[in-house]
């Protein structure tokens, strides 16, 4: 990451620049598109501790060549109770049925999701991406990375 002036002749900006300014604001669009609030990747994580997160899958970003796990921070730990540990157990089974192309069992769990614990964008993402399947399975070779189409 770089930080400085960025720009020509007349107009010039003081600002990030580099690789990883573009991957959080890759992941910022993630949290738009998820109707999430708070994303980060799994290297953010491993060094971020006392947090509850839910795993939201392996994502491909927009102009990047490998893609990445990335977590939805829910709350801290000490305030995670029995509810926000049973809601992330049901979309982690979702998820599971989902990379394990059992696309009815991973339907049934986003629909409880959402049926027990309101609107959840992520749920309605998976869900909209298990019926798509279901009509057009993805390639022998996928391995449950979503491809983003939005910045």
Known sequence: MLLGNVGGIDHYEYRAIGDIVNTATRIEGVNKQLGTRILGSRQILENLEGFFTRNLGRFQLVGKSRPIIIYELICREQEADAMHHDAVHLFADGLQAFHQRQWDPAIASFQAY?????????SAYYLEACEQ?????PLHSWDGMMPLTKK
Do not use: V
């Not at 959402?114 to 992520?122: E, I, S, T, V």
């Not at 399947?133 to 399975?137: A, L, N």
């Open 114 to 122: 959402l049926r027990a614990y309101g609107d959840d964008g992520p």
């Open 133 to 137: 399947f279901k009509i057009t399975p």
